[in-house]
């Protein structure tokens, strides 16, 4: 058995101490998934495409069949994509009472199907997409039947309007619910580990200054740098796979 490195047994002798620890989690986890980040240099989502060409509201609003036929290749790659072991970890930290939630960025449900209760999905969610014009709901395998069925976009059933992926597109707010328990959950942890982000995009990049403005530690776990690389406790920069079965190893 290959000994743990001692940033891990760091990072595993914080959680035992923390008594209100989260999770705080990026693109970067879900990336021994199969699914791309956004703006790795030549694997990136964004690396051929302007995001605020394909994927702003504006873009739906003014065309949904466009932006449905860039955003449906998106749907189909992440309905069958499963949680890697970064993701199962989390959920046993969870279940083991050394966490208190995941807090996400990520739209691709992968922390719940690994078994994380308490997720705080602040980005949304592809598992349903909803109408506009009369607030109805639709699960993502019918989004599924209704794209593969036809050439623009999906269509509500109830009512024959565009349907919108039910995630935070570019110029839209973040869902008020769930940054409010985000930002509450921040302001009271005593550790935040910062988990396979860049901590760049606002609002949820404020989160660990909240926690560490408060008093709390943080922890990051991502490759490449951050923001808070000079405040972090710990910073643990190899495979996020590698890395959290290390601290898992530790406890």
Known sequence: MRAVSPGAQQVADLLRQAERAVVLTGAGISVPSGIP?????????????????????????????SFWSFYSQRFVSLVDKQPNEAHVVLAELERRGLV???????????????GTERLIEVHGSIDQSVCLACGGKVAIGRVIELLRAGEGAPLCEACVAPLKPDVVLFGELLPERALAEAQSL????DLMLCVGSSLEVYPVAGLPAMTHGAGGRIVLITQGPTPYDGEAEVKLDGDVVTELRAVLAAL
């Open 37 to 65: 980040d956004f703006r790795s240099p030549g694997t990136g989502l964004w690396e051929n495409v302007d995001p605020m060409d394909v994927a702003h509201i504006d873009a739906w609003r003014r065309d949904p069949d």
């Open 100 to 114: 208190r939630a995941v807090i996400t960025q990520n739209i691709d449900r992968l922390h719940r199907l690994a």
């Open 186 to 189: 921040a302001l009271d942890a």
